[in-house]
């Protein structure tokens, strides 16, 4: 008999949970509720949320709207979108992670200090992503984005560097930054480095090897355009090349299951435990009825 196993330590993370959990409460009102953005990165979840009544908008539409009620989703947003609510009558639901606003606290913060030098305030993260829009937006769209190793290079190393990272990269790769920063950084310029990374998301990526290493078949469960799903599958592919990504039942290859023992499903701090449980249920029903 082939087992089927939902990895316990997979599924939202606390800010996910409370930002739902938010959603859910204001739309049992029975009142119009808008959610600026995917309320999280994946599309099943956003699905179910819509069925409830959730309306999504985006910022131009946000831009346009008047005396309604609006739900700030877990990334965060930046002082912007703040100054639009309060000149449009908008009652703002903040669903802010604590993790991601004592971020913003504190980067806003130190673009509020003033140094003898120019100094550059450097967030290594993902371009474009929702959280990183409103961590550059706590220094007026002054902030340099750096996705990777090679983009820390064109940092100017004369000059004062004060380096975070959005809350879910990999700690590894933050490491590796802070490094060669400190071996090129001139010896008149000053360098400090602040590990924002979430633990709760960190701490995943040691027990999803250890999971994956432990079936011989894995389906990670993430949307598409999840930065924490595609992190978290690469760390699976490392430890265990039979895995794959999907986002519903339906993508999965019944040919797969053949000639294995164990099949392993987990996801993203965006993937809801119910879906994975959907998938556990398909899987199960090829297995019983083949």
Same mark, same amino acid.
């Given at each position: 008999?082939?087992?089927v ?53 985006n910022? !131009?539409? #946000? %831009? @346009? ?9 877990? *990334?965060?947003?930046?002082? +912007?979108? =703040? $100054? ?28 509020g ?6 100094k ?17 937006g ?20 004369s ?12 700690? !590894?790769? #933050? %490491? @590796?930054i802070?490094?060669?920063i400190?071996?090129?950084?001139? *010896?008149?310029?000053?360098? +400090?480095? =602040? $590990? ?12 999803i ?28 592919c ?12 339906d ?40």
């Amino acid at each position: 008999m082939i087992k089927v196993e939902i990895d316990k330590g997979s599924g939202f993370c606390f800010g996910v949970v409370t930002a739902i959990k938010k959603a859910e409460e204001e739309l049992a009102k029975g009142e119009t509720l808008y959610c600026l953005g995917d309320i999280v990165h994946n599309s099943k979840e956003v699905e179910r949320l819509k069925d409830m009544g959730l309306i999504t908008i985006n910022h !131009d539409e #946000f %831009k @346009e709207l008047h005396n309604a009620k609006v739900l700030l989703r877990a *990334h965060g947003e930046p002082p +912007e979108t =703040y $100054d639009i609510a309060k000149d449009n009558n908008i009652e703002i639901i903040d669903a802010t992670c604590p993790v991601v606003l004592k971020l913003q606290q504190r980067i806003k913060q130190q673009y509020g200090i003033h140094e003898n030098t120019d100094k550059q305030i450097v967030i290594y993260g993902k371009n474009g992503h929702a959280e990183v829009l409103g961590l550059v937006g706590q220094t007026s769209g002054e902030a340099i984005v750096i996705e990777n190793l090679e983009e820390v290079k064109k940092l100017d190393f004369s000059k004062n560097i004060r380096l975070y990272s959005q809350t879910t990269k990999s700690l !590894d790769g #933050f %490491k @590796e930054i802070v490094e060669y920063i400190k071996e090129h950084i001139s *010896h008149e310029a000053s360098f +400090e480095f =602040y $590990d924002s990374i979430c633990r709760q998301v960190a701490n995943r990526m040691p027990h999803i090897r250890t999971f994956a290493a432990s079936h011989d078949l894995i389906f990670f469960v993430s949307g598409k355009k999840s930065s924490n799903g595609k992190v978290l599958f690469n760390e699976c592919c490392k430890v265990n090349p039979n895995s794959f990504l999907i986002d519903s039942p339906d993508e999965i290859n019944p040919r797969l299951l053949q000639g294995v023992s164990t099949i392993g499903i987990c996801g993203a701090t965006s993937t809801p435990k119910w879906l994975m449980e959907e998938i556990q249920k398909y899987i199960e029903n090829i297995i019983y009825n083949s």
